[in-house]
């Protein structure tokens, strides 16, 4: 095994670390085979940075592999919790957020180009161009025809966030009480387990993108078994809209990660009534869930308790304490 492993690039050292935990809950033994596909699969990605995981992770000791046979687990649970994963503070992920907390603060203009950001952060065209890329992906900015991008509207304001969760709670609690109203167990599956990973130690090892996609999710396969396509298109158009800000609303503080921990069992408290049939109960909770959450995100929570004052719909929504 080298001393000295070299971290891979993109995404592939942010899921490392999610498919060592994977590894771990999964109580997999020593042998047990791991398949690409079921990974990426289970983390929503393609095949190419999984590999790219898998092979940093056999670097470091936890995997093994086998010509034609694919990866195996090659230590114990408990030997796989000791290993510290590098932190790489250029790495993508760290460039992306960057980028995108400028953009926030006005730093960054709507039309950039790619010598602009290699100039300003210091960095590669390959580095630029792999996050301008993942943000073309995820409906962040677009290529102008010709040379340059452009960044897609933002919620931004305090007023924008508190019109987008007053939506939400006048569209979610309604899908599930459609005629059409199915469960889906795959999907409720899917979306438990992220949830019961959150709570057993993804919300202080995951990412600030990995949390809002497992947020963002949760939701939409909520609305997605309502079989109403109109109610879904309408909550992922709103999720695309808040990303950024809430990629850059989680701080970490002790006091988020509580916040993160009831949260997700809400959510698992939800899936719970829906799969007992109390439709009606589930309905309410979810409105009342993303009321509380609507006013802990435009700062009315908090103003409440300094002596009565609200926040103002003028300010920037980057300029209140926001929490996923």
């Known amino acids: 095994m080298p001393k000295s492993p070299v971290p891979p690039t993109g995404l592939a050292p942010v899921l490392?670390?999610?498919?060592?935990?994977?590894?771990?809950?999964?109580?997999?033994?020593?042998?047990?085979?791991?398949?690409?596909?079921?990974?990426?699969?289970?983390?929503g990605v393609s095949r190419s940075p999984?590999?790219?995981?898998?092979?940093?992770?056999e670097q470091l000791g936890a995997l093994g592999s086998t010509p034609n046979c694919g990866f195996h687990v090659a230590r114990p649970a408990a030997q796989l919790r000791k290993i510290k994963l590098p932190t790489d503070t250029e790495s993508d992920e760290a460039v992306y957020m960057r980028i995108v907390e400028d953009r926030l603060k006005g730093v960054v203009e709507e039309e950039v180009s790619e010598a602009e950001l290699m100039e300003r952060y210091d960095l590669t065209r390959l580095q630029v161009q792999r996050v301008l890329n993942r943000m073309a992906r995820e409906s962040l900015i677009d290529r102008k025809p010709g040379r340059g991008w452009i960044f897609r509207p933002l919620l931004d304001s305090v007023s924008s966030h508190r019109e987008s969760y007053?939506?939400?709670m006048v569209i979610e609690p309604a899908a599930i009480l459609e005629p059409s109203f199915r469960i889906d167990r795959a999907l409720f599956d899917k979306v438990r387990r992220q949830q019961m990973q959150l709570l057993d130690s993804g919300?202080?090892?995951?990412?600030?993108?990995?949390?809002?996609?497992?947020?963002?999710?949760?939701?939409?396969a909520i609305v997605a078994c309502s079989g109403n396509r109109f109610f879904l298109d309408a909550l992922r158009n709103v999720n695309?809209?808040?990303?950024?800000?809430?990629?850059?609303?989680?701080?970490?503080s002790l006091h988020d990660r509580e916040r993160l921990r009831r949260q997700c069992e809400e959510h698992l408290m939800?899936?719970?009534?829906?799969?007992?049939?109390?439709?009606?109960e589930a309905s309410h909770a979810l409105r009342q869930h993303l009321d509380v959450v609507r006013a802990i995100k435009t700062g009315e929570m908090q103003s409440a308790r300094n002596d009565g004052t609200r926040g103002s719909g003028s300010r920037s929504a980057y300029e209140v304490e926001v929490h996923l």
Do not use: N, P
């Open 16 to 43: 490392a670390g999610r498919l060592l935990d994977l590894i771990i809950r999964g109580e997999h033994e020593v042998g047990d085979r791991l398949t690409e596909q079921s990974l990426a699969d289970e983390l």
């Open 50 to 57: 999984v590999r790219k995981a898998l092979q940093f992770l």
């Open 166 to 168: 007053r939506f939400r």
């Open 203 to 220: 919300i202080e090892r995951w990412t600030a993108a990995e949390r809002f996609r497992a947020g963002s999710e949760f939701h939409e």
């Open 240 to 252: 695309q809209l808040r990303r950024v800000i809430e990629y850059h609303s989680q701080t970490g």
């Open 270 to 280: 939800l899936l719970d009534l829906l799969e007992a049939g109390e439709r009606m």
